[in-house]
């Protein structure tokens, strides 16, 4: 059977549905030609810190057709992990909650195979790669562009009625599809983010990543400047602060995603259980997470800068 580009988009977005996105979005695959002198000045000024990757493949990142010959269509999706669960301890060191569960990056690659599966039986022969917080895309250019949310002040793409708490994977293909309408900004005059941000890492719509508690604790190789030692807010891998003062997470409903459910071993452990990490227990508690990439003497680099801003621990 014969399908129009827009009867293969609705296709696509149904099957994602499905599968448990939260959103797909489609946009014309194209150069990104207004964001190439923004990234470019970015990574001038340096605000890409030790992150080498950034400053290579820059003509890859803004051309999806160098990643994908003949690419007709970017394909944007959105996968929800909020969730209102809390580390036991308020004491504790605190992890961003996307790594509360097990690696993202390994789940959403499971949900997008049937997906594209899918697309290549119902359409046929067809180059298509997927891209899940890897590779040379700008995957929050290509989000605002299918219609999935808008780049808010913290960078992070935000969703009307869903908030900014999920994460984001693309399929670039040369299948024609239907693009949506880009996604229009709603941020107005609201600065909490800016303001409430530990280490000061946020002007508008723009992320020092040399400033970045995410970055300082996950991208980091080296010894954490001493100016944040006592900016770290408690964090030892990644930072969720601008997204906690976001006014439009309020909107945000929990996942249901079982592959996302919180580790409660991660969940119960006390400060004191945190301060005294060995590798042994590292290697248990962060078995399948996200944490692994900062290894173990990454995470231990954390908790020990968090300790000598707090003398007296045990």
């Not at 009625?161 to 941020?187: K, N, Q, V, Y």
């Not at 600065?191 to 409430?196: E, L, N, S, V």
């Not at 996200?290 to 954390?302: S, Y």
């Amino acid at each position: 059977m014969m399908h129009g580009s827009e009867d293969r988009s609705r296709i696509i977005k149904e099957k994602a549905g499905e599968l448990g996105f939260l959103a797909c979005g489609i946009a014309r695959a194209g150069l990104l030609s207004e964001e190439a002198p923004r990234l470019e000045k970015w990574l001038r000024a340096g605000k890409q810190g030790t992150m080498a990757y950034m400053e290579r493949h820059f003509d890859l990142r803004l051309d999806p057709g160098k990643l994908v010959p003949g690419a007709k269509s970017v394909i944007s999706l959105a996968y929800n992990y909020w969730t209102p669960e809390q580390q036991t301890d308020p004491e504790a060191p605190r992890v961003s909650r996307y790594a509360f569960g097990r690696d993202y990056h390994k789940v959403l690659r499971e949900r997008l195979a049937p997906l594209m599966e899918m697309i290549t039986d119902r359409f046929g022969d067809l180059a298509m790669r997927a891209f899940v917080d890897s590779g040379p895309v700008l995957e929050k250019a290509w989000a605002q562009r299918a219609g999935i949310g808008w780049v808010g002040k913290h960078t992070n793409v935000i969703r009307k009625g869903e908030g900014s708490w999920w994460f984001l994977c693309e399929l670039i293909t040369d299948l024609e599809l239907m693009p949506d309408l880009p996604a229009t900004d709603h941020c107005g005059t609201c600065r909490r983010c800016i303001d409430a941000c530990p280490t000061d890492a946020i002007t508008p719509y723009s992320v020092d990543a040399s400033r970045c508690i995410s970055y300082l604790t996950i991208e980091l190789k080296g010894a954490i400047p001493s100016e944040f030692k006592d900016r770290m807010d408690g964090w030892v891998f990644g930072c969720d602060v601008c997204q906690e003062v976001c006014p439009w997470n309020r909107f945000a409903r929990p996942h249901q995603e079982p592959d996302f459910g919180p580790n409660r071993e991660l969940m119960d452990m006390s400060a004191k259980e945190w301060h005294h990490m060995t590798e042994a227990v590292f290697q248990r508690v962060f078995n399948g997470s996200a944490v692994k990439r900062t290894k173990f003497v990454g995470l231990r680099r954390n908790i020990d800068m968090l300790l000598e801003g707090a003398p007296g621990d045990e």
